[in-house]
């Protein structure tokens, strides 16, 4: 059974600062995809960026960035020069290769940007 | 287009109606999918739908009956439901059923569900 933990409930982080919010999962597959979405209170959900689990090279999307451990099955998000806008829920996901169908959500972040 | 609507935005029904929510995509995505989530919660998965046909029930009773009449449509129907139903109901589509990893997920916006 695959799982996916994010410890922190709630974060903040003053605006331009940078943030990190941490994800860890557990799975016995060795091929599969971590992703992150944002969950703005406008309740859609928005891909912040994705990793492919056979990739060694870290993802960065603007200012995302991501620190992907695979020994240590850690999947962290780093948010730079935070922006007003990324205030959300930020949720860490997992899914299976080749036959995913589905993916398996963490517990979820709340991240405040403050002015 | 590259969006998912589903309407209505919100909605409010007593426990004897019957509702339906709607979700649409015109991206030529051939699996779609319905989550409900709870406030501060992550989304739960209830159906999937692979080219049209149900691959996937995650033992959701039988007061939500899910439909797809064509690629580009799925519907939620809604009957005799309980008020701990009320939840955020996200629909979402990817380009191909068991690809989900290469492709990732499209989220339409939800439905607020409050039932009273």
């Known amino acids: 059974a695959q799982t996916v933990t994010q410890s922190q409930p709630e974060m903040s982080v003053q605006e331009a600062e940078t943030v990190t919010l941490s994800c860890t999962y557990d799975?016995?597959?060795?091929?599969?995809?971590l992703f992150w979405y944002k969950q703005p209170p406008s309740r859609q959900m928005i891909l912040v960026i994705r990793?492919?689990?056979?990739?060694?090279q870290n993802a960065t999307e603007n200012r995302f960035s991501v620190n992907f451990q695979k020994a240590a099955k850690s999947f962290s998000l780093k948010i730079s020069d935070s922006q007003l806008g990324d205030t959300a829920m930020y949720f860490c996901?997992?899914?299976?290769?080749?036959?995913?169908?589905?993916?398996?959500f963490g517990t979820g972040t709340s991240l405040t940007v403050i002015p | 287009d590259t969006e998912v609507t589903q309407t209505p935005k919100h909605l409010v029904m007593g426990m004897t109606n019957k509702k339906s929510l709607k979700c649409e995509q015109h991206?030529?995505?051939?699996?779609m999918y319905w989550y409900k989530q709870k406030a501060k919660k992550p989304p739960e998965l209830m159906f999937v739908?692979?080219?049209?046909?149900?691959?996937i029930n995650e033992s959701v009773p039988s007061r939500f009956s899910p439909e797809c009449p064509n690629s580009s449509l799925l519907n939620l129907h809604l009957h005799a439901l309980q008020p701990e139903d009320s939840a955020l109901y996200l629909c979402?589509?990817?380009?191909?059923?068991?690809?989900?990893?290469?492709?990732?997920?499209?989220f339409g916006s939800g439905t607020r569900l409050t039932v009273v």
């Open positions: 799975t016995s597959e060795n091929n599969y995809y």
């Open positions: 979402a589509s990817s380009q191909a059923p068991g690809r989900v990893a290469n492709y990732g997920y499209t």
């Open positions: 996901a997992f899914t299976q290769g080749n036959t995913g169908n589905q993916f398996y």
């Open positions: 990793q492919e689990a056979y990739k060694q």
């Open positions: 739908y692979s080219y049209e046909k149900l691959s």
């Open positions: 991206m030529g995505h051939r699996a």
